[in-house]
Structures are given as structure tokens and as C-alpha cells.
């Protein structure tokens, strides 16, 4: 395994990544960058010991195999906006893959990226208020050298490597994300539509039977489109529309 070389990636950068490290291990990237709080940061670990994914699910972060990474932002956007970062990230990190590797990258709302139906890549979006300053900690995990998965994971998983029948050089990858981060960053104040359309093109779900849980509730129905927050806009069995801003997305096929 060739580790990531930070000073490298960070030279690519110009924009909102103002730094980048890389550690050997730690906890969960997630939470060694809020307890840095550097704004602009970076920081990759080869190895996670406790990676988490969203609903307090275990993210498996193994040495070499991935991306684990995480970046600390305050974003000069109402707060009330700042789920247009999650957005952002989706179709920024689908574009990193698909600059980085040959594959066609899907966006499973709200964050899940898929190739072939299966998942490749999450994000963890988190905020953090300290005082006054308020702050978004993106983390991003990209299955990259994976060569399988043990169960359940193996049932809904894949690797690019898994994918491309090719071992995949982490570090272009890394460099083609964290760009994507950088170009797509101005959409989220200026021109959100463009990011909108861009995770619409990319879009499993639309056409789709879906079904979300809401509590001990499940809301079904047919995935239509985004809004123009990026919330999902879904025509239920009654006829009526219902957005969803969130939570767990399957296909109702139980997928
Ligand atoms: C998900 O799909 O549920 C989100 C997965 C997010 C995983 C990444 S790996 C880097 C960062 N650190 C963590 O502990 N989680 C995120």
C-alpha cells in the first residue's frame, strides 16, 4: 500500500482546503477534525478505529483500502442553508470517482454514492457550535482497494477496485475529490440550482418505488425529483407529494 502524501494533495488545492494532513490512525477522522477546529482542514487517516456512518452505524476504515477523510468548514450561509452542503459533497465526491477512475458514479439521496447499485462511497455530514462559531465537519469515505466484504455488508457494497478489476491509486483519487470539493464550492452560495441539476443527473431513485422511515413509520411512494432546498419530492400512493429532508432512503423493492 502506498500511503497518501498530504503536502502533495495539498498543493492542488486553492481554494476552501487550506490544509491537509495525513495521520496513520485515528478514531474517526470526523472527530479529530472538530477537536482541531481549523477551519479549512483536511485530514485523511489511513486507518480508523472507530469510522462511523450515519444513524451511529460502524463504518469499516481499514488500513490502505479507502478514503477516510474529513473537512472542517464554516460556510458564510444562513444556517437554515446549510443542507445544501450535503448536496454539494454528493455530487462533488461522484464527479472526484468518476474523474479519478472509469465508472459511472450514482448519487442514492441524500448521500450515499452507487455505482452498479451498490454503495461505494458515504458521507457524514456534522455540526458542531462552540460560543458563538458554528461549524460543518464533511466526512467522506470512499471504498477504494477492497477486495470483499464480509456480511451483511457484502449484500449492498462495493469497491472501485471491485468495480474496475484494477488496484486504484488512492492518491489520484484523493487529489480528483478534493478538486471536485474546490470547484463545486461556489454553487452552494451562488449558484445552488447548477449543484441541484448536477445530483438530479446523477439520481437513483427518480422514477423509483421508494420508502423512507420516519420513526417506527415507514412513508412510501415515487420519487419525483429534488426541491429547490435539495429535499426529495415524493408522490405518495394517495396522490399527494410529500418532501422528505432526510433520513433512510431504501428502493420499496428492498434494495
Ligand atoms: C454513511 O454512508 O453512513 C456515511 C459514512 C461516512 C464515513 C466517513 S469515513 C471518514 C469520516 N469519519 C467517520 O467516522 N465517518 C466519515
Not at 483536511?42 to 451511529?56: I, N
Not at 470547484?183 to 421508494?210: E, H, I, Q, T
Request: aromatic share 6%; hydrophobic share 45%; net charge negative.
Amino acid at each position: 500500500m502506498t500511503p497518501l502524501d498530504g503536502d502533495r494533495l495539498r498543493a492542488q488545492c486553492s481554494g476552501i482546503i487550506r490544509e491537509v494532513r495525513v495521520v496513520e490512525e485515528t478514531t474517526s477522522t470526523n472527530d479529530a477534525v472538530a477537536q482541531l477546529g481549523i477551519e479549512g482542514l483536511a485530514l485523511f487517516a489511513e486507518r480508523q478505529t472507530a469510522g462511523r456512518g450515519r444513524l451511529g452505524r460502524r463504518w469499516e476504515s481499514a488500513a490502505g483500502e479507502g478514503l477516510w477523510f474529513s473537512l472542517l468548514l464554516r460556510p458564510e450561509l444562513e444556517l437554515r442553508d446549510w443542507t445544501r452542503l450535503t448536496t454539494w459533497a454528493a455530487v462533488a465526491v461522484a464527479e472526484g470517482i468518476e474523474a479519478a477512475v472509469p465508472c459511472r458514479a450514482e448519487i442514492k439521496w441524500p448521500n450515499d454514492i452507487q455505482i452498479g447499485g451498490r454503495k461505494v462511497a458515504g458521507i457524514l455530514i456534522e455540526t458542531h457550535a462552540r460560543g458563538e462559531e458554528t461549524s460543518a465537519v464533511l466526512g467522506i469515505g470512499v471504498n477504494a482497494n477492497q477486495a470483499g466484504f464480509s456480511p451483511p455488508l457484502d449484500a449492498t457494497a462495493t469497491s472501485l477496485r471491485l468495480v474496475t478489476g484494477s488496484e486504484i491509486d488512492r492518491q489520484t483519487l484523493a487529489a480528483a475529490i478534493l478538486r471536485r470539493l474546490e470547484a463545486r464550492w461556489a454553487d452552494v452560495a451562488r449558484d445552488f440550482p447548477a449543484l441541484l441539476a448536477a445530483a438530479s443527473g446523477r439520481s437513483c431513485l427518480f422514477g423509483k418505488n421508494v420508502r423512507a422511515r420516519c420513526g417506527d413509520d415507514f412513508s412510501e411512494g415515487i420519487a419525483e425529483g429534488l426541491d429547490a432546498g435539495g429535499g426529495l419530492r415524493v408522490r405518495l400512493a394517495d396522490g399527494g407529494t410529500a418532501t422528505w429532508r432526510g433520513g433512510e432512503v431504501t428502493l420499496a423493492t428492498g434494495v
